[in-house]
């Protein structure tokens, strides 16, 4: 079973400043999603990957198959950014479900 | 322009008294998922359908089943809800084309068992 691990779990920060949270999973995968979830329950999907890099506006996932580690950064940051960012992997084929980490809670503070 | 849809938003029920959520989808995905997500925690895989084949995650309580009637429609029944089953339950769908398949998440249902 593969476990995901996220840091930081809680992070404050001031406007305009670069966020960085990370995950890190301990069998391979097929691949790994980044997902914000707003109170009130409903999950976006931001990115899907399986190496490399993505960039989505000011959001910009990175991946390391080898170290089994991956990073959203968010360039900028603003107050409506505030959400909870999920790390979540698939680990067989393309219609497995998703095994989730606990989330990192970012607030950003005008 | 909702793609994924939960009914009810918001679902109270009472120890023990049978509860149905409702998922559909417009997206014609043959893949539909059910997730369970505990207060402060990480949301978890109850089952899922690809197509009609119906695959149940080994830990999953046998007080969950589900039913897709048709692609667009997927339901979960809690048929003897205990307040441990108190949760948000997340449906998500996914489509054949590639692999791996990106998923997308309903809003959601906010159960309370009283």
């Known amino acids: 079973k593969n476990e995901v691990e996220q840091s930081p779990q809680n992070l404050t920060a001031q406007e305009g400043e670069f966020i960085t949270i990370n995950c890190s999973y301990s069998v391979g995968i097929s691949a790994l999603h980044w997902l914000q979830q707003h109170p009130g329950g409903g999950i976006v999907s931001l990115f899907m990957?399986?190496?490399g890099k993505k960039k989505h506006g000011r959001l910009i996932a990175t991946i390391n198959i080898q170290e089994k580690h991956s990073s959203l950064h968010i360039t900028a940051s603003h107050p409506r950014d505030s959400a909870v960012y999920i790390c979540a992997v698939q680990t067989g084929g393309g219609a497995d479900g998703l095994t989730f980490g606990k989330g990192t809670h970012l607030i950003i503070q005008p | 322009d909702a793609m994924v849809i939960q009914n009810p938003r918001y679902q109270v029920t009472q120890f023990g008294k049978p509860v149905t959520l409702s998922c559909s989808q417009t997206l014609n995905h043959n893949v539909m998922y059910w997730y369970q997500q505990k207060s402060s925690q990480a949301p978890k895989l109850l089952f899922h359908?690809?197509?009609?084949?119906?695959?149940n995650e080994a830990d999953t309580p046998d007080n969950f089943q589900s039913r897709r009637p048709n692609t667009s429609f997927c339901f979960l029944d809690i048929r003897s809800p205990g307040l441990g089953d108190a949760a948000m339950y997340l449906c998500?769908?996914?489509?054949?084309?590639?692999?791996?398949?990106?998923?997308?998440f309903g809003p959601g249902t906010r159960l309370t068992v009283t």
């Open positions: 359908y690809y197509d009609k084949d119906f695959n």
């Open positions: 998500a769908t996914s489509r054949e084309g590639g692999n791996p398949y990106e998923q997308y």
């Open positions: 990957l399986s190496s």
